[in-house]
C-alpha cells in the first residue's frame, strides 16, 4: 500500500508539470495537446493505483456492518492527501523571483501546509474510526 501512495505523489507530481507546460505562455498548440493526453495518461494511473489501495482494504481490513459508512474510499482519501502533499510542496519549491510578493507567497504556502494538516488529521480519525469499528469503507 505505501508503494502505491508513493505512486499517487509521483503521479501528483508529474500532473502538476504537464499542466505547468500546458499552460506555458506561448505554449504551442501542440505542446498543450502532448499535455493533455499525458494528463489522461497519468490519471488513469492514478485510478489503478487508487484501485490497488481499495483491493488491498477490501482484502485486509473487516468490515462491521452496523458501523457508518465512509463516503470516499480509502484509495481516494490517499489520493487526495497525495495532491495536497504535491501543492503544498511545491509552494516551498517555487522561485523567491516571481512576481508574486514575499508576504503572498507566505500565505499561500502557509494555506497549502494547513490544508494538508488538516486532511492528516481527518485520516487518522478515519483510521482510528475504522480500527474500531465505528466506521467502515466502501468497497468497490
Same mark, same amino acid.
Given at each position: ?11 501528483? #507530481? ?10 506555458? +505562455?506561448? @505554449? ?6 502532448? %499535455?493533455?493526453?499525458?494528463?489522461? #495518461? =497519468? ?6 493505483? =487508487? ?6 482494504? @477490501? ?8 458501523? %457508518? ?8 482519501? =490517499? ?14 519549491? %517555487? ?6 510578493? +514575499? ?34 469503507? +466502501?468497497?468497490?
Amino acid at each position: 500500500m505505501l508503494d502505491a501512495a508513493s505512486g499517487l505523489a509521483r503521479c501528483h #507530481d508529474r500532473r502538476r508539470a504537464a499542466l505547468e507546460a500546458a499552460r506555458r +505562455p506561448g @505554449a504551442a498548440n501542440g505542446r498543450t495537446a502532448e %499535455s493533455g493526453r499525458l494528463i489522461d #495518461d =497519468i490519471d488513469d494511473e492514478r485510478a489503478a493505483l =487508487i484501485a490497488r489501495i481499495d483491493g488491498w482494504v @477490501a482484502a485486509n481490513i473487516a468490515h462491521r456492518a452496523g458501523a %457508518s459508512l465512509h463516503t470516499e474510499t480509502l484509495g481516494a482519501v =490517499i489520493d487526495r492527501m497525495a495532491a495536497k502533499w504535491v501543492a503544498a510542496k511545491h509552494t516551498l519549491d %517555487s522561485d523567491p523571483m516571481t512576481t508574486t510578493a +514575499p508576504r503572498q507567497r507566505e500565505a499561500r504556502a502557509h494555506l497549502q501546509w494547513c490544508r494538508l494538516a488538516e486532511l492528516t488529521d481527518g485520516y487518522r480519525d478515519l483510521i482510528t474510526d475504522v480500527a474500531e469499528r465505528r466506521r467502515r469503507l +466502501p468497497v468497490w
